[in-house]
């Protein structure tokens, strides 16, 4: 094996970016998501698709149905629309809400991973996109912040500035990302694939991921789903929102790599199966929820 990381990849360069970090889904200190993480998997699941604007109720009550109290949902409203994802408008005294072009791009780049990651069909082409942070790269802070999102984006560490992804659809996502953070450089794209003789793909992959990580996020997901079944059509949107939610945050640790890759019985695939299973199950009674929260917010 090549003792520097990434000696045993060649290379073609295939783009460049540079530029904020967007704030990373959080978790409470008790392990469950954030009001503001489940509100961006509620608006990502069942607002993204239409252009018209969201009462504010609407959103509270997507929250409620969810566990989350009316003072921490709008609380997790405003926080949302100050973090560049929203955009209101008071009409009297109520306030109705739009996805604001950033909030467009950062929920399509999500949904985007998600999709990859459920509905992969091609077989790997035995290419990795490598990405390298050029001069002296960010300071500590910002360099977590982007790993953070790297690491939802399917990228692996191969070294200080420089990673790795076995998906080169992975590049959109990698360069709106970088296209949002004020880096010292140049981030440079290669298109990689490893050389024969020094490190094989498999090697790569025990160099850059974690995936003891990954099997037990996959293992997780399955005991919390598996034959659960809701009661009503709130219950069906709640759960819903969260089968969605948890595949967002274990994306955070796996980086749903082609089955090539992946050792014998990966749990990623029956865990993929049951995602499947439970959104065709829930959709209806889910979307039916969801109509009845617009159909009931307060409208002037």
Known sequence: MGSEPGAGLRSEVVGTGSGIVVTATRRRSDGGPSARALLISVIGQSALTSDAPIWNATLVGALEALG???????QAINRTATDGWLEGE????????????????????????????????????????????TGAGPDRPTRERLAT????EGFGTLGPNLWISADRQA????????????LPGPALLFDSATVEGIETPAEVVAMAWDLGSARAAHVAFLDAFDGVEPADDRE???LTTRLSHEWRHLLSVDPALPTELLPPDWPGVRAAELFHRCRAAWADAAAAYYAHLVAGAVVP
């Open 171 to 182: 590049r959109d996502g990698a360069e709106a990302l970088l296209e949002s953070f004020e």
């Open 68 to 74: 989350v109290e009316e003072r921490a949902a709008r």
């Open 149 to 152: 999102r790297l690491d939802f």
């Open 90 to 133: 008071s009409v009297g005294r109520y306030t109705r809400w739009r996805i604001t072009a950033t909030g467009h791009r950062l929920l399509d780049t999500a949904w985007a991973r998600l999709s990859r990651s459920l509905y992969r069909t091609e077989p790997w082409d035995g290419h990795f996109l490598l990405l390298v942070l």
């Open 236 to 238: 069906a949107f709640a």
